[in-house]
């Protein structure tokens, strides 16, 4: 169970976006706390039931309700306990706030998931490049890289791409200036303080260091990795890889 962060108060706030959604935002950065915030205040929305909402996305530091205006509009009319839609979500923040005093943990259990992967040079194209900057051994760059739980943070550039940090600063690369035409789907990159892997081929300007057999993505099954996951990953051989491709479990 994840504890609430006391000693780093954060202060919600929100506007409109539109007629459809409303957005809660936090200090816009990349920090595991305002995470973890953005995910307890996420649940403690989604916990509430509420038909008109029609999808909760949590990202770095900020959730978005996408409602169904008629439905909520509705839903106001019957509840008899708020104003208007800028009172609900002045009510949630407070409620939320109260809910943390008299709560010391919250019921949001990240995923724990482990991603195997193999740095071979076939694969791990920019492997060799970073460890001569770096000025250590290829196997040092691999064993730190899987050496760290990873959070994503969200989900963004295409479907199923997870941004994931924070990569250890002894091995923290740069994107490319200019972005590479086609990187293979699978392919885990690097870029600056986030890790992460292609879900499909596509263009693409991180430091790619290996690659895994696993799918993250297809239309059926969705995402392999959500927002607020924790991830590790388990270094293996060309071998496994090949095994892991052939029989997909």
Known sequence: MLKINKNEPQSWHFKAMGDHSLFFYLDERMDENINT????????IRNKNISAFKDIIPSYHAVTIVYAIDQLYAYLDSSKKYLSLLH???????????????HTSFQYEPNNIEIPVCYHPTFGIDLAKIAAEKNKDVEEIIQIHCSKIYRVFCLGFMPGFAYMGEVD??????????PRPFVDAGSVGIAGSQTGIYPSDSPGGWQIIGRTPLSVFDPIHLALLNPGDL????????????AIKNNPS
């Open 231 to 242: 991830v590790r990953f388990r270094a293996i051989t060309k071998e496994e890889f090949d």
């Open 169 to 178: 600063k002894s091995i923290q690369s740069p994107r490319h200036p200019k």
């Open 88 to 102: 609900l979500a002045e009510s949630f923040i407070e409620e939320y706030e109260i809910f943390k005093q008299q």
């Open 37 to 44: 915030e953005v995910h307890h205040f996420s649940a403690f």
